[in-house]
């Protein structure tokens, strides 16, 4: 699979180039964005991704739009089928687990790049904050729906957040069912409870 004298503009090329740097960048952070790193994880020639990314920064920015599309198709699927606006809330955080369950996880890749290069490269503090903002939207109209107030939608996005540090930190899944069960009680005081099947 690839090698030299590929095409970077080649979709299928660019996708396979995309998700080894996203690789990279879990394990090395964007210091460890490196042409000849990206290469060899994409089974590629260092030429093809200097083509893809003249500069360190288009690396971090297309794995940070890749994260943020994987997040938002994550959230959905976790979604699907499920018509309780308490419900769906507790989905995003059956979501959380099962991000966090994934043995490539390695924390939020936006709070990771923020703490990286978020006070010196504007655009990836735009992106985490375009991902912080894309959340909350969604969080606020699940609220909406579920007759909870708005400071508890703003409580569910600390949460979320809250929940990826420390599973970053301590390497466990067990900050989502915190969170979730945090949820369930903060819904609780405000009218009928939601179901359990995601607790």
């Given amino acids: ?9 080649d979709p299928w090329v660019r996708a396979r180039i995309v998700e080894a740097a996203d690789r990279v960048f ?4 964007a210091a460890g964005l490196t042409a000849g790193r990206v290469a060899g994880a994409a089974l590629t020639d260092a030429e093809t991704v200097r083509a893809l990314f003249p500069e360190r920064i288009d690396a971090v920015v297309a ?13 959905a699927a976790a979604a699907n089928g499920v018509e309780d606006a308490r419900d769906e809330i507790l989905t995003v955080f059956a979501h959380l687990e099962a991000s966090f369950d994934d043995d490539a996880w390695t924390g939020c890749a ?25 959340l909350e939207v969604h969080l606020h109209a699940l609220a909406a729906r579920a007759g909870l107030p708005v400071h508890v939608a703003d409580a569910l996005s600390l949460l979320v957040h809250g929940a990826k540090v420390e599973a970053a930190i301590h390497g466990t899944t067990r900050p989502a069912r915190s969170a979730r069960l945090a949820v369930v009680t903060l819904m609780g005081a405000y009218g009928p409870t939601a179901a359990s099947a995601f607790i």
Avoid: C, K
């Fill in 110 to 134: 936006f709070i990771n790049g923020y703490g990286e290069l978020g006070h010196s490269e504007p655009l990836v503090a735009a992106l985490a904050e375009e991902h912080l903002t894309i």
């Fill in 63 to 75: 794995v940070l739009r890749f994260r943020q599309e994987r997040w938002t198709l994550g959230l």
């Fill in 1 to 9: 699979m690839g090698g030299a004298g590929e095409r970077a503009d």
């Fill in 26 to 29: 879990s394990t090395s952070g």
